[in-house]
């Protein structure tokens, strides 16, 4: 698990009356089950992130949660910026090299440029 998402489940469980000393107990139990492939820890990991984007607890809990979504969806768009990057690299290579392979390049960059339309769509 992500510490954003973490932070999403303790807020969720904090805003139903959950303690500190179980709530870091069942995050630590979550995280090594879904760690070990346990399909019950998976299923209920799955089960509290889709509660999130129902109705959010009132107050800062709900706050929280909400930028806590918006780190991942951030997150998320720069990992596939760093994809595009990768492949624009990779064709500056292939113009680079002997023989250069000009048609391997423009697809190359047609993906890279794809990667980076779709990275600004989950922005948006």
Do not use: H, W
Request: aromatic residues 4%; charged residues 30%.
């Amino acid at each position: 698990m992500e510490v954003a998402q973490k932070v999403m489940i303790a807020c969720l469980l904090m805003s139903e009356g959950a303690d500190d000393k179980t709530l870091a107990e069942f995050i630590s139990v979550l995280e090594a089950g879904i760690e070990a492939g346990e399909g019950d820890s998976i299923a209920l990991f799955n089960e509290l992130m889709a509660r999130m984007d129902g109705p959010l607890p009132e107050g800062y809990a709900g706050e929280v949660i909400g930028l806590m979504k918006a780190k991942l969806k951030l997150d998320e768009s720069c990992r596939k910026f760093g994809l595009a990057i990768s492949g624009m690299e990779k064709v500056l290579k292939i113009l680079d090299g002997k023989p250069k392979n000009d048609f391997a390049a423009k697809i190359m960059m047609q993906r890279a440029l794809s990667a980076i339309e779709q990275a600004r769509a989950d922005l948006v």
